[in-house]
Structures are given as structure tokens and as C-alpha cells.
């Protein structure tokens, strides 16, 4: 079947890899109708160090089930599913509590070189399938497919930063970043009552596009200057919640920068770095929180499935940007360049 792989910084390929297949009983095989390219691939894209053997990469997709293994009984075949990035057997303590992405038997797509790692592909194969897929209960030509792939990730990490920052009527939010994340947490601040959303970005189009999500107040600028007109914007004390959705260490100081005292900061933007400041003056003598991490999709897909359902939902907007499979490595280089905001690959 055809994958994507990455060797390496700026090295995607489009190849041939041995086809997906049933290993484990508990296991299933889609066939991939749609898949994308994440903001989190674009950090291997830039950094990875090259490697003789590519790897798979993606993790978002939606897709029909093919094969089931002998003890999955909520699939069957033809089934239009929605896979989260990570798979869960729903029973562990942390599933329990909701916490899917750290399952004790769980585990993420796209770190290796077998048909059930990466979702940029023809096939993927899908570990704990009954516990980590969605039916979705339409049909492979639906109109609502962009939006419900928004479900594998951009939408429910947008949603994770919202919630975990506690977003919530009254509450006022600044949004930092405007790549698909940032935007879908425009749209979960929106959908949980947030009075106030200053999205903070780089791109016109994109900011336009936070404005029909639901942002109140735009600002272009960065550092320092970001930081200035945010508190210009709230009468000088910063927002009661920041989401942090880019993972730069910049953005880091500037989520520092805007957040009220006693408020809270939802980082899902995956951090490139290893530190960063949160010390007393920053962090402590403020009572500021720092919460997020990675989302857990499963756990937040049945809320928000019928909303991408019945329309009143738009999150597949943040698509620009649609690529035949094979086209891949273009996909990429579109999304380093800020060409395109999110690709969605088809077959």
C-alpha cells in the first residue's frame, strides 16, 4: 500500500509499504478516506534527523472498516469511522477518568514503519479498535467529512486547550497562534460561553477566519507588542485563560505575558523545548496554572460529533488545502511555507 514516510528534515516520500493487516484479535484495517497533515509533523518536518529507513508519519483520519480481528464486536465491515491520534482500551484507570492519551495499554500513530503507525497512508491498521474507533453514520460521500476529520485531533485539541483552561461563560480568553489548533480553540472558547476571544496571529486570512469563528478582537502583533495590546485590550490585567496552541518557546512567554493573575494557561501546542520560565515572578507570586498536554480525543468525541453533525459546527473550514495521497510531500512544503493553513490528503 502507499504511505507516507519521513527520513528527515525536509525529506517526505511517497512509497510503497507492506500492506495493513490484522496482527492482534482486538485489532481492525480501514481503508483511509481522509487524512491530513498536523502542525506537530511540521516540527519533524523542520528538525527530524535523517535516517537511512523512513518512518510513517500522520495521525488524524477517517476511514471504512475492511477486517476486524475475532474480538472486536462494535465494528463491522463498511463502517464509517473516525480514528482519535492516539488508541485506548477504555477499561484502564485513566480512560475511567478520562484521560485516553495516557491509557496504560494505549499508544500514538506515525513512529514507525508498519501498517499501523502512520495515517498518511492507503490503509492503517487499528490497535484496540472497538475502544478507540467512532462510527460516524454517514455515508463515504458525505458533505461533512472535512469536518468530521476535524475530530481525529485539531478540533478536540482546540477543545482540550479550552477545557483544561477552564473557559467557561464571562470568562475572557486570548488564543495564541492561528494555525488549524488555535483557531478550532476559537471555535471551542466560542461553543463554552467565553465573553471575550483575542486571537493572536500572523496571518490575515487566518485572523479573518478566527473572526467567523467567534474571536472578538484581532492582534497581529508578536512579543512584546502582542503583549502590550492585549493588556491595552483589558484594561491592563491580561485574560482569565490563554490558550497556548503553537509550542515555541515565544509563544510560551508571550501565554505569560497576557494571562491575568490567578488565571490559567491551556498549552496543547507540543512544547520545543525543555524548559521555560516558571519561576516566582512569572508563575508564582501571580497564582498562575499551567494545565494541557495532549488531548484526549476519545474522551471529548461523542460531545462534540453531533454539532459537526447536524452544522453547527464548522471546524472543516480550517481545511484550505485538499492533495491527492501521493502529493503529500507537496502538502508539506505548502504548510511550511505557509501556503496553506491544513491539508487534507485523499486516496
Do not use: W
Not at 464571562?170 to 492561528?178: K, L, N
Not at 478582537?217 to 495590546?229: A, F, S
Request: hydrophobic share 40%.
Amino acid at each position: 500500500m502507499r504511505a507516507t514516510l519521513i527520513y528527515g528534515a525536509h525529506d517526505v516520500r511517497s512509497e510503497e509499504i507492506p500492506d495493513a493487516r490484522i496482527q492482534s484479535p482486538t485489532d481492525a484495517v480501514i481503508r483511509i478516506l481522509r487524512s491530513c497533515i498536523c502542525g506537530s509533523d511540521l516540527h519533524r518536518y523542520n528538525a527530524m534527523p535523517a535516517t537511512v529507513v523512513g518512518v510513517s508519519i500522520g495521525h488524524e483520519c477517517l476511514g471504512i472498516v475492511e477486517e476486524i480481528g475475532s474480538d472486536v464486536t462494535g465494528l463491522g465491515r463498511g463502517d464509517l469511522v473516525v480514528s482519535p491520534f492516539s488508541y485506548s482500551d477504555g477499561e484502564c484507570d485513566f480512560c475511567l477518568e478520562g484521560l485516553t492519551s495516557s491509557c496504560r495499554h494505549g499508544g500514538f500513530y506515525g513512529h514507525g514503519r508498519d501498517g499501523a503507525s502512520g495515517m498518511q497512508a492507503e490503509a492503517a491498521r487499528i490497535p484496540l479498535a472497538d475502544t478507540t474507533l467512532v462510527k460516524l453514520g454517514v455515508a463515504e460521500d458525505s458533505a461533512l467529512l472535512s469536518g468530521l476529520l476535524t475530530l481525529a485531533d485539531v478540533l478536540p485539541t482546540g477543545h482540550h486547550a479550552a477545557v483544561v483552561a477552564r473557559v467557561g461563560p464571562r470568562t475572557s480568553v486570548t488564543v495564541i497562534g492561528d494555525g488549524a489548533v488555535g483557531l478550532c480553540a476559537v471555535i471551542a472558547a466560542k461553543r463554552l460561553g467565553a465573553e471575550r476571544i483575542i486571537l493572536m496571529g500572523r496571518h490575515d486570512d487566518r485572523l479573518e477566519l478566527g473572526r467567523d469563528f467567534g474571536a472578538t478582537d484581532l492582534v497581529p502583533e508578536r512579543g512584546d507588542e502582542g503583549v502590550k495590546r492585549v493588556r491595552e485590550l483589558t484594561r491592563g490585567d491580561g485574560t482569565h485563560a490563554v490558550l497556548e496552541c503553537v509550542g515555541h518557546l515565544d509563544a510560551y512567554e508571550q501565554a505569560l505575558g497576557v494571562v491575568r493573575a490567578g488565571g490559567i494557561i491551556g498549552r496543547v501546542g507540543v512544547p520545543q523545548y525543555e524548559v521555560g520560565p516558571i519561576g516566582i515572578n512569572t508563575m508564582f507570586m501571580r497564582n498562575i496554572t499551567l494545565s494541557g498536554g495532549p488531548a484526549p480525543v476519545r474522551a471529548y468525541i461523542d460531545e462534540l460529533l453531533p454539532e459537526i453533525l447536524d452544522g453547527s459546527l464548522l471546524a472543516g473550514k480550517v481545511f484550505d488545502l485538499s492533495l491527492p495521497l501521493e502529493s503529500a510531500p507537496e502538502g508539506y512544503r505548502a504548510m511550511a511555507n505557509r501556503r496553506a493553513l491544513k491539508v487534507m490528503l485523499t486516496p
